[in-house]
């Protein structure tokens, strides 16, 4: 099964559209009317959902290693920093990650883009 992503409302929407183009199931969180929740509530969100969340934001990855060093479960975080990779680069190995895996090969677990 495919992975699912949840785009962090910091994400350029270019990107989620390139994921789009290439059938990748994405759902944002305005999408979801979940754009002002914390970043704590955002991953719990994304964790309820089954799907990896996509972000390019400092506090996010820190709540997602807060998480691992407690041993608290979520689905997995994929970041990147902004000025470090394009949108290009952002859709090709965010579609990678997507196809060649399940949500549970990325549970409890940050990796980072670019691949």
């Known amino acids: 099964m495919a992975v699912g992503l949840y785009m ?3 994400i350029p929407r270019a990107i989620t559209l390139g994921l789009r183009i290439k059938e990748v199931d994405v759902l944002t969180a305005q999408e979801d ?3 002002d929740l914390s970043d704590a509530l955002l991953l ?3 964790t309820a959902l089954k799907r990896c969340l ?3 934001d400092d506090d996010l990855l820190a ?3 807060k998480r691992q060093a407690a041993g608290t479960h979520f689905s997995g975080v994929i970041y990147a920093h902004p000025w470090k990779i394009s949108i290009g680069r952002c ?5 990678i990650i997507c196809r060649a895996g399940d949500i549970e090969d990325l ?3 940050v ?3 670019p691949l």
Do not use: I, M, Q
């Open 63 to 65: 709540e997602a290693k």
């Open 44 to 46: 719990d969100r994304a």
């Open 111 to 113: 990796e980072f883009l």
């Open 107 to 109: 549970a409890d677990r």
């Open 8 to 10: 962090d409302v910091h």
């Open 33 to 35: 009317n979940s754009a």
């Open 91 to 95: 859709v090709h190995d965010l579609e």
């Open 54 to 56: 996509f972000t390019f």
